[in-house]
C-alpha cells in the first residue's frame, strides 16, 4: 500500500496547476498583460498567447489528473517538467527586463522541483521495501 501523499505536496500541486490555468485565462481575456506596454498586440501576439494557453490549461489539467489518479511517477515527470517551464520563463523574464516576476517564478519553480524531488523518495524508499 502507498503512503499517502504528503498535505504539502498535494498544496504545491493545486497551486500549481491554478497558477498554471489562471495564465492562461489571463492569456484568453487580457492578452496584452503577457507582453510589455509598448509592444502592440497583433495577430501575431493572438497566435502566440494560443500556444501558451494551450501549453498551460494542458500543464494545469494534466498536474491534477495525476494528483487524482494517485499516478506518483507521472506526477513526478509533470511536476519537474512545469518546474523546468518556471525556471525557463524565468529566464525569458530577465531577458525581457522583467524582473519585478522573477522571484515570484522562480519559488514556483523551486517549490514544484522539490515536490517532484520528494515523490522520487519516496517512490524508491518504497521500492526498497518490497
Same mark, same amino acid.
Given at each position: 500500500?502507498?503512503?499517502?501523499?504528503?498535505?504539502? =505536496?498535494?498544496?504545491?500541486?493545486?497551486?500549481?496547476?491554478?497558477?498554471?490555468?489562471?495564465?492562461?485565462? =489571463?492569456?484568453?481575456?487580457?492578452?496584452?498583460?503577457?507582453?510589455?506596454?509598448?509592444?502592440? =498586440?497583433?495577430?501575431?501576439?493572438?497566435?502566440?498567447?494560443?500556444?501558451?494557453?494551450?501549453?498551460?490549461?494542458?500543464?494545469?489539467?494534466?498536474? $491534477?489528473?495525476?494528483?487524482?489518479?494517485?499516478?506518483?511517477?507521472?506526477?513526478?515527470?509533470?511536476?519537474?517538467?512545469?518546474?523546468?517551464?518556471?525556471? $525557463?520563463?524565468?529566464?525569458?523574464?530577465?531577458?525581457?527586463?522583467?524582473?519585478?516576476?522573477?522571484?515570484?517564478? =522562480? $519559488?514556483?519553480?523551486?517549490?514544484?522541483?522539490?515536490?517532484?524531488?520528494?515523490?522520487?523518495?519516496?517512490?524508491?524508499?518504497?521500492?526498497?521495501?518490497?
Amino acid at each position: 500500500m502507498k503512503n499517502a501523499l504528503p498535505f504539502w =505536496i498535494k498544496g504545491v500541486v493545486f497551486v500549481g496547476a491554478l497558477l498554471f490555468a489562471a495564465g492562461a485565462i =489571463i492569456a484568453i481575456i487580457r492578452p496584452e498583460m503577457l507582453a510589455s506596454a509598448q509592444a502592440p =498586440i497583433n495577430s501575431a501576439a493572438h497566435v502566440y498567447a494560443g500556444y501558451f494557453v494551450s501549453r498551460n490549461l494542458a500543464i494545469a489539467v494534466m498536474l $491534477l489528473v495525476a494528483l487524482f489518479m494517485d499516478a506518483r511517477p507521472t506526477l513526478g515527470a509533470l511536476l519537474t517538467l512545469a518546474a523546468l517551464v518556471q525556471f $525557463l520563463d524565468a529566464g525569458f523574464d530577465a531577458a525581457e527586463g522583467r524582473f519585478i516576476l522573477i522571484p515570484g517564478v =522562480i $519559488l514556483l519553480g523551486a517549490l514544484l522541483s522539490l515536490a517532484a524531488a520528494r515523490l522520487r523518495s519516496q517512490d524508491s524508499k518504497h521500492a526498497r521495501t518490497t
